[in-house]
């Protein structure tokens, strides 16, 4: 049986290493604040945001919730980013994805201030992390690194296996274990073989979308798996897109889903405000 991969425990120690961050700010009078803008009214982006507001709180981080209706336009919104990134006393600015398909998102994530970009978005974070000088890295990829640095995982050296080719999860993710020595291979919904490249991997890294798709019985026995995955199965249930039951036999840890990758994504954004208030 694998070594459970304790999501909540460990993003605990980690908003908590935050909050000590954010102490020290406020003790020479500055206090991190993290803009938030919601645009229109999809459900699961509340709950996103409303679970953000709650770990901003518990590490001491201010939020300002910017809600705009669903009929905002490119221009309308570039504007409220144009303020926010005016706006001194804000150190983090968070446009919450997916926009409604009349905004231009890549031209609304381009107009943050890269020193406010704590999503790591932006092209010039992206580009950062390419040249091993990264800022803010995407939370998602850094709390998958930060998982397998509190399970001990060796890196160096190891094969590594991140499908999903995403700019916001797979790439940086491919960057971040490049940089930490694996040797890193990726795929995607083109790769001819997936099987046999899942089980070469002694670090697996799975962000798809796509419900329970990578079986146990393709896994490396004794690989470390990180399931990226948020997916709702046939059964209803939250499901990643790693098959649990099938791989937890066979790995020699795994990330649960939920409980996994997704509270250290939020712990994640905590710490790259906490990082962007040090600027000032
Ligand atoms: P995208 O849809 O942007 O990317 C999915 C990737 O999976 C693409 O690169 C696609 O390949 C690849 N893919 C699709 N089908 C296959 C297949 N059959 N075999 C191999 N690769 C395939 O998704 P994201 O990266 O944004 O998210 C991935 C998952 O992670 C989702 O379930 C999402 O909900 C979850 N997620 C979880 C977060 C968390 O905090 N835990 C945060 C962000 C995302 P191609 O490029 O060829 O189309």
Not at 12 to 26: I, P, R, S
Not at 106 to 121: M, N, Q, T
Not at 127 to 133: A, D
Not at 249 to 262: K, N
Request: glycine residues 10%; hydrophobic residues 45%.
């Amino acid at each position: 049986m694998a070594e459970l991969i304790d999501g909540r425990a460990i993003s605990k120690a980690l908003l908590a290493d935050v909050a000590k961050t954010v102490e020290q700010h406020k003790a020479r009078g500055v206090q991190p604040k993290l803009a938030v803008v919601l645009v229109g009214d999809d459900p699961a982006s509340a709950v996103y945001v409303r679970n953000k507001g709650k770990r901003a709180a518990e590490a001491g981080i201010e939020t300002a919730d910017h809600r705009l209706g669903a009929d905002t336009t490119t221009e309308g919104l570039l504007g409220v980013v144009r303020e926010l990134n005016e706006d001194p006393s804000v150190d983090g600015i968070l446009v919450q994805l997916p926009l409604p398909p009349q905004i231009d998102a890549d031209a609304v994530l381009l107009s943050i201030d890269p020193a406010k970009d704590v999503d790591g978005f932006h092209p010039e974070n992206l580009g950062r992390l390419m040249i091993g000088e990264p800022r803010f890295v995407a939370c998602t990829p850094l709390g998958c690194m930060k998982m397998l640095e509190a399970t001990g995982t060796e890196l160096s050296g190891a094969k590594a296996l991140v499908v999903g080719r995403s700019t916001i999860v797979g790439k940086p993710m491919a960057q971040l274990l490049l940089a930490a020595n694996a040797t890193v291979t990726m795929a995607h919904s083109r790769t001819r073989d997936l099987p046999a490249a899942v089980a070469e991997a002694d670090v697996l890294v799975a962000a798809v979308g796509r419900p329970r798709m990578i079986q146990g019985a393709w896994i490396k026995p004794g690989a470390t798996v990180i399931d990226v995955g948020i997916n709702r199965g046939e059964d209803g249930k939250l499901c990643g897109d790693v098959d649990f039951a099938t791989a937890v036999e066979r790995a020699g840890a795994i990330t649960p889903v939920p409980g996994g990758v997704g509270p250290m994504t939020i712990a994640c954004l905590m710490h790259n405000v906490a990082l962007a208030a040090s600027r000032r």
